[in-house]
């Protein structure tokens, strides 16, 4: 009889005990499906403008991942259009903000690695003191030859292509193309032996530094 | 016979027992479960790894071949050549936070690899043979 009696409370215990544990997973699981972000908005759009950004053909990029200087000096412009619409945006450049619109307060942050190119012209004038030839930085793109008057250069060749050519004498200032995978050597074709100081060659020399760049949005 | 002791431990609290543990094993999946905010850890070392990538796959070679990717994959003594150069570029490349391992098809620079944590990874086709560049947070 004893033993039968003590059952009662035991059960009556461990339903309360399976029956509390049950209410607290549901509660639990309740709040986890209501604090999950199941459409990470912030995150797909900082990921795909910081993408946009870097991008070859991106509104401040030269090539892929390098950034103009002028250009994200210039970045409210140049931007306009391309960040996703109202949401707060801020863009960063090594932690400088180069562009903020709303203010946001937390969201996604997205950081690329990119360069910054600061393009300057340069130029150069060959003494011509061993040989008609001038050789260019590697990776220059593109020159601008100038000759003076009496320079008497009848063709100019980069790497054995011929770049400029005039019987009569080159004369005047020529914009020539250079490819910018090979190191290029101007060779100056003349009647006799070209005089110092008569071509001037001006090309585009590119600096770059690092920088971090990076996007946060507050959808 | 004195077996009344015995029985005392009711089969009703051990069989709650083992539902309790159930209904905890359950509720601790949502507990650690559910996905945290913000950009994916490896989302952003991929991209750091892509973007460590493109620059050395468009920057010029120090001394033969198209660009520096190129040279470095190119032969055997070319990498031997440019190892350092190459190690001490990608270390100014990316941030400082950030430990790395780039292979070739004729060695690596870098560090080990870790087993436990997030990497992002980056593989770029050269002419000879793919590059890839490993990253991950130090």
Not at chain 1, 66 to 87: F, H, I, K, T
Not at chain 1, 137 to 161: E, I, Q, S, Y
Not at chain 2, 72 to 88: I, P, T
């Amino acid at each position: 009889m004893t033993r039968a009696q003590a059952n009662l409370p035991a059960l009556a215990i461990a339903l309360l005990l399976v029956v509390a544990s049950v209410a607290a997973t549901v509660g639990l699981a309740g709040s986890a499906f209501a604090g999950a972000d199941t459409d990470p908005a912030e995150d797909r759009l900082a990921a795909s403008t910081a993408d946009r950004l870097v991008a070859a053909d991106g509104p401040l990029s030269v090539r892929a991942n390098v950034l103009s200087e002028a250009a994200v000096a210039n970045a409210s412009e140049r931007l306009e259009g391309v960040l996703p619409a109202d949401a707060a945006v801020r863009v960063t450049l090594d932690g400088e903000p180069i562009l903020e619109r709303g203010d946001p307060a937390g969201g996604a942050t997205m950081r690329r690695v990119v360069l910054v190119a600061d393009a300057g012209q340069r130029a150069l004038t060959p003494t011509f003191e061993s040989g008609a030839t001038v050789t260019l930085p590697r990776r220059t793109g593109g020159a601008t030859l100038t000759f003076r008057d009496g320079a008497d250069v009848t063709a100019v060749r980069a790497n054995d292509r011929v770049v400029l050519h005039d019987e009569a004498g080159l004369d005047g200032a020529y914009d020539v193309e250079l490819s910018r995978y090979d190191t290029v050597t101007l060779a100056f074709a003349t009647e006799s032996e070209p005089a110092p100081g008569s071509v001037t060659v001006s090309y585009r020399a590119e600096t770059t530094t690092k920088a971090v760049l990076g996007v946060t949005v507050d959808a | 016979m004195r077996e009344g002791a015995r029985g005392q431990l009711s089969l009703s609290v051990v069989e709650a027992g083992v539902g309790v543990l159930f209904v905890v094993a359950v509720a601790s999946a949502f507990a650690f479960g559910t996905p945290a905010g913000g950009v994916g850890e490896r989302a952003q070392l991929d991209a750091y790894a892509e973007d460590a990538a493109t620059v050395l796959a468009n920057e010029p070679p120090q001394h033969g071949d198209a660009t520096r990717l190129a040279e470095v994959a190119a032969s055997e003594d070319s990498f031997e050549r440019e190892r350092a150069a190459l190690e001490r570029r990608v270390d100014r490349i990316l941030p400082d936070n950030l430990m790395f391992r780039v292979r070739t098809p004729h060695g690596a620079v870098g560090h080990v690899r870790p087993s436990n944590a997030a990497v992002g990874v980056a593989r770029v086709p050269t002419g000879n043979g793919p590059v890839t560049v490993w990253v991950w947070y130090a």
